[in-house]
């Protein structure tokens, strides 16, 4: 049988690294202004495919160009997404299926 010593020392100070870290990510995040399409990627938790197909085709959906680039207004996706989530709620809850009428 064999007998385990925890630090808790050493396990309180790695929590609370852990927690310190995640809190300055979440800082971070509420500073963004603009979004790349990589920032987008992680923030909707959404492939670029899948953004493309979805979101970029609807011409209401919050874009600038900067050369071949896209940039996305933060504030101005979230509003975008909240009003699109009442929408997929009242109609079907599937955002591969489900088409904008615009």
Not at 18 to 38: G, P, T
């Amino acid at each position: 049988m064999r007998i385990m010593e925890f630090n808790e020392e050493a396990i309180n100070q790695l929590v609370l690294e852990k927690v310190d870290e995640h809190i300055r990510s979440l800082e971070l995040e509420e500073d963004v202004y603009f979004m790349d399409a990589r920032q987008l990627e992680k923030y909707l938790s959404l492939s670029w495919p899948t953004i493309s197909k979805v979101f970029l085709s609807d011409p209401n959906f919050p874009t600038l160009k900067k050369g071949k680039c896209y940039m996305f207004h933060k504030k101005d996706v979230d509003r975008y997404l909240d009003s699109y989530y009442e929408e997929l709620k009242r109609n079907g809850r599937d955002i591969l299926k489900y088409r904008r009428k615009g």
